[in-house]
């Protein structure tokens, strides 16, 4: 079966820096769109960053623009987050997934609805 497992949550000050890592199998890797998706407390979740199956194209929100970059290793079937001059507002629960576009499927999907195959979630905290 597909297991989705991440890592790399940690309680850090702001201005500091984390690296998050999801290993993803029982599916071949480099056939799955990867996805960050957080959940700030009382909010919805939302996508953070995206990543198409080689590499390219990727996706990041507005609010991480600039800050986060999203990688993969296809090679070791994982997917990473590097996270700079972190923010309080940065705080949540940050899950990854996975999902398999349509074989023509032109751009990278990272609305949380589309993804099928997720992880438990790494906690992220940044304090003032």
């Known amino acids: 079966q597909v297991q989705v497992v991440e890592s790399g949550g940690d309680l850090v000050q702001a201005g500091g820096s984390l690296r998050l890592s999801c290993t993803a199998s029982g599916l071949t890797f480099e056939s799955y769109t990867m996805g960050w998706f957080r959940q700030p407390p009382g909010k919805e979740r939302e996508g953070v960053s995206c990543i198409d199956r080689v590499g390219l194209p990727t996706f990041y929100a507005s609010s991480v623009k600039g800050r986060f970059t999203i990688s993969r290793d296809n090679a070791k079937n994982t997917v990473y987050l590097q996270m700079n001059s972190l923010k309080p507002e940065h705080t949540a629960l940050y899950s990854c997934?996975?999902?398999?576009?349509?074989?023509?499927?032109?751009?990278?999907?990272?609305?949380?609805?589309?993804?099928?195959?997720w992880g438990q979630g790494t906690q992220v905290t940044v304090s003032s």
């Open positions: 997934a996975a999902v398999r576009p349509p074989s023509l499927y032109y751009g990278v999907l990272c609305g949380p609805a589309e993804f099928r195959y």
